[in-house]
T-cell receptor
Framework: GEDVEQSLFLSVREGDSSVINCTYT??????LYWYKQEPGAGLQLLTY?????DMKQDQRLTVLLNKKDKHLSLRIADTQTGDSAIYFC???????????FGTGTKLQVIP | DGGITQSPKYLFRKEGQNVTLSCEQN?????MYWYRQDPGQGLRLIYY???????QKGDIAEGYSVSREKKESFPLTVTSAQKNPTAFYLC??????????????FGPGTRLTVL
C-alpha cells in the first residue's frame, strides 16, 4: 500500500530557514500536500503541488518535488515562533479521494 | 463564514457506552471523511462518504459507524466494540466529484477520552 514517511522532529532558530522532508512510495501519486497542525487544532492546508511540477512558491513557503526520488520538501524562509507546529505531508491519486498522510514533523522554533 | 464545525471539543465517555461525534460543513462539499489521530502517528482513515446516503470503510472502521443522511452532516458513532477509543478525531470535507486536487479541509477536532 501507499506509505508516506517524515522525520519526527526538527528544531531551528528564529529567522533561519526550515526544511521539512517527506518521501512517498506511490509512483502514481498525483497531488502532494503540506498541512500544518497547531496544538489541539485541526489541520490547515498550507499548499499543494501537482506531480508534473518541480517547484511551487507561495510567500515564505517553497515546495520542491523530486518525482524520480519520490521526495517532497517544504522550505519555510525566515522561520517565526508562530511557525511552531506539526507539519504533515500527504499524497493522493487522481480519481480516488483517499489521501495518505505521513506521521508529521514537529517543528520547534527557538527564539 | 464557511467552514467545518465539530462538537463537542472535548468528550468523556465511560467504558461500554456508545458516543456520537458531530461534524457539520457549510462548504457545499460532496465528500466527507473521519480520521483518527494518535500521538506520534499520522492520520488514519475511519470512514468516508462521497455522496449523500453512501459511505465506505476506511483503514480502521471496526468499532465505528457513520451515517450520511444530509450533505452537510456526517456524524461518527464510537461504539463499545472499539477497543481503544481514546484519541483525537478529525472530520474533513472536500469538493469531491474529481475536482482538481480535491483538497480536504479539516474541522477543529474532538478529543475523546474513555474513563
Amino acid at each position: 500500500g501507499e506509505d508516506v514517511e517524515q522525520s519526527l522532529f526538527l528544531s531551528v532558530r528564529e529567522g533561519d530557514s526550515s526544511v521539512i522532508n517527506c518521501t512517498y512510495t506511490d509512483s502514481s501519486s498525483t497531488y502532494l500536500y503540506w498541512y500544518k497542525q497547531e496544538p489541539g487544532a485541526g489541520l490547515q492546508l498550507l499548499t499543494y503541488i501537482f506531480s508534473n511540477m518541480d517547484m511551487k512558491q507561495d510567500q515564505r513557503l517553497t515546495v520542491l518535488l523530486n518525482k524520480k526520488d519520490k521526495h517532497l520538501s517544504l522550505r519555510i524562509a525566515d522561520t517565526q515562533t508562530g511557525d511552531s507546529a506539526i507539519y504533515f505531508c500527504a499524497e493522493s491519486t487522481q480519481g480516488y479521494q483517499k489521501v495518505t498522510f505521513g506521521t508529521g514533523t514537529k517543528l520547534q522554533v527557538i527564539p | 463564514d464557511g467552514g467545518i464545525t465539530q462538537s463537542p471539543k472535548y468528550l468523556f465517555r465511560k467504558e461500554g457506552q456508545n458516543v456520537t461525534l458531530s461534524c457539520e460543513q457549510n462548504l457545499n462539499h460532496d465528500a466527507m471523511y473521519w480520521y483518527r489521530q494518535d500521538p506520534g502517528q499520522g492520520l488514519r482513515l475511519i470512514y468516508y462518504s462521497q455522496i449523500v446516503n453512501d459511505f465506505q470503510k476506511g483503514d480502521i472502521a471496526e468499532g465505528y459507524s457513520v451515517s450520511r443522511e444530509k450533505k452537510e452532516s456526517f456524524p461518527l458513532t464510537v461504539t463499545s466494540a472499539q477497543k481503544n477509543p481514546t484519541a483525537f478525531y478529525l472530520c474533513a470535507s472536500s469538493p469531491g466529484q474529481g475536482a482538481p486536487g480535491d483538497t480536504q479541509y479539516f474541522g477543529p477536532g474532538t478529543r475523546l477520552t474513555v474513563l
